[in-house]
């Protein structure tokens, strides 16, 4: 398999100034940037928050990056550590350099990066795919994960036409003039193409080809070993899945898992309604050790 990596110099050149150009305008407060080897590439990751106390480690979503989080940071930072993310193999600072072939490989990839920060526990957090990671890792790792917060992720079932439908018309709404915008994206159900630095991002990184594994759809016995304490988010009206369905699977197969299905949302949750997506990340980090 290859890896991901831009087609040419050029490209690259281009996307790393949007992104520090992005860098710039959405986190403005404090930050330690940290370059962590793994067997499958030097993973970029941001520091910040209290020094003490587990760390709330953020995953973003496919084609994301750490800064998918910025409008979380300030708040999860006043009560916690953070460590935000940029996934290897997606568009970011992160530089891939062996392949990801399937779930077990992103979830010893995430293995390699807790074990490298000198992580005990961690409150994973993932959105969409970086849901998938945490999940794949909480199965083939498990004594790493103090809790798990699972923003309408990926790999609970298979996805149908209408998910890359939605993610076509969402590219598209994104080109449209800023003012029109607002109203495509509720057309659609795409809160995120208003997110304008992340979609100049995004345009960026039109030079990059990703090559990571699809999220295939975790197994009955699988989804049966999440027994850390986890929360799942998934919007009602998701383009991903069937949320009603998969929130009876969920029931079904773990049923000590919280799982709320947020009314008015789709798979655009974390900017469809962060103030739920930010409340059900601290209540699980706010849990007692133990």
Known sequence: ???????????????RTAYERALTELWRGPRTPLDVPTGF????????????GTPIVLLPGSGGNALMWHRYLDALAARHPVIAVDTVGEPGASVQSAPVRNGRD?????????????????????CSYGGWIALNHRIHHPGRTATLTLVDPAGLADPGRRFYTWLITG???ALAPR??????ARLVRNSA?????????????MGFRRRLPLATTLTDEELG???APALFLLGEHSALHDAPAVAARLHR???????????GTGHALPTDDPATVTAGILTMADRPAG
Do not use: C, Q
């Open 1 to 15: 398999m290859r890896i991901s990596e831009f087609k040419n110099g050029k490209a690259e050149a281009r996307y």
């Open 41 to 52: 590439g030097t993973t970029r990751v941001y520091r910040t928050g209290r020094t003490e």
């Open 106 to 126: 992103a979830a010893a990839w995430l293995e390699e990066l807790l074990t490298a920060l000198d992580l005990p526990s961690a409150h994973l957090v993932g």
């Open 171 to 173: 590219g598209l709404a």
């Open 179 to 184: 003012p029109l915008r607002p109203r495509l």
């Open 193 to 205: 193409i208003l997110e304008t630095e992340l979609m100049a991002l995004i345009r960026a990184s």
């Open 225 to 227: 070993r999440i027994d």
């Open 253 to 263: 197969l773990a049923p000590a898992a919280r799982v709320d299905l947020v009314p």
